[in-house]
């Protein structure tokens, strides 16, 4: 089982930057992709970025140009670095791992204000 503590969602302007983090621990197996989704209120959740082992990061176009996605492999965390926030990022963030099999974090609440 794999366990994962994320941080770094809050209330911020339009305009403004967040970073999340999650960290992972507990696998018994190697820690493959990891990556961030969404979920906004009465919407699917969606993906925002993954980024593999290697660092080879994939995004979403709606966040291209804004948000940057890294990993530390020897700390087995992700990043999620947001600038040019918009009041439609506004959602609950989700961590992501694959690690044989795939695990989600608790979510943290991401609130862009206009």
């Known amino acids: 089982q794999v366990r994962l503590v994320e941080s770094g969602g809050g209330l911020v302007q339009a305009g403004g930057s967040l970073r999340l983090s999650c960290a992972a621990s507990g696998s018994s197996y190697s820690i493959n992709a990891m990556g961030w989704y969404r979920q906004a209120p009465g919407k699917q959740r969606e993906l925002v970025a993954t980024?593999?082992?290697?660092?080879?990061?994939n995004y979403t176009d709606s966040v291209k140009g804004r948000f940057t996605i890294s990993r530390d492999n020897a700390r087995n965390t992700v990043y999620l670095q947001m600038n040019s926030l918009k009041p439609e990022d506004t959602a609950v963030y989700y961590c992501?791992?694959?690690?044989?099999?795939?695990?989600w974090g608790q979510g943290t609440q991401v609130t862009v204000s206009s």
């Open positions: 992501n791992v694959v690690a044989h099999y795939v695990f």
């Open positions: 980024i593999t082992t290697g660092g080879m990061p």
